[in-house]
Structures are given as C-alpha cells and as structure tokens.
Nanobody
Framework: QVQLVESGGGLVQPGGRLRLSCVAS????????LGWYRELPGKERELVAAVTGRNRGGRGTLADSVKDRWDISRDFVEHRVKLQMNSLKPEDTGTYYC?????????WGKGTQVTVST
C-alpha cells in the first residue's frame, strides 16, 4: 500500500509561483514513478510531470504545456516529489494530484487546489 500526502496549493496571482510537495510512503516506494496530474475545470485529468523510479534512473519529464515554466524534482531519501510552478497562468487553475505508478498498481493523493487569479 502506498500513501501520498500533498501540500503547497493555494491562491496566487498570474505570473506568480507555487511549489507543490508530495510525500510518499510504502514498500519499495523508490521504485515507483512519482508525479503530478491535474484536473482543469471541464477537462480530463492530465499528466503534468513525473519522475521515474530510482531503478529506472529517476528521470523527469514535463508536459509540453508547462515545460518552459515548471520543474519537477524528487528526493529518494525523503521520498518526496516537488513540483515548482513558475509564471503561473489563470488556465493553470485546477486540482493537482500526486500519483504513484508501480508495475501493476497506481495510487492517488487526495488532491490540492491551485487557483491563479487576481
């Protein structure tokens, strides 16, 4: 069983920044891919960023829509994945979910709200 606890959402003005953090716990957690999905109003949940498990090199990827503005990092000692979101836009408003993917399993955090507005 894997547990994911998110923090760091909130309200920010356009052009501002937020950092989301997810602490993961569970057996062999470092072998899971950890990342972030988001659910924008009226749209399907989409992958924003992820880092592969340590056994697959811990490589990070970012969606095209955010790769020039955001960064993802992972700490294999603290079992934490962070999403640094810069230059936020109103269209980034939504619920952000931490996600863990194993060989045959996946887990979701409860989600954290990000609102970009004046």
């Amino acid at each position: 069983q894997v547990q994911l606890v998110e923090s760091g959402g909130g309200l920010v003005q356009p052009g501002g920044r937020l950092r989301l953090s997810c602490v993961a716990s569970g057996t062999m957690i470092n072998d899971y891919d950890l990342g972030w999905y988001r659910e924008l109003p009226g749209k399907e949940r989409e992958l924003v960023a992820a880092v592969t498990g340590r056994n697959r090199g811990g490589r990070g990827t970012l969606a095209d829509s955010v790769k020039d503005r955001w960064d993802i990092s992972r700490d294999f000692v603290e079992h934490r994945v962070k999403l640094q979101m810069n230059s936020l836009k109103p269209e980034d408003t939504g619920t952000y979910y931490c996600h863990a993917r194993g060989t045959n399993t996946e887990y979701w955090g409860k989600g954290t709200q990000v609102t970009v507005s004046t």
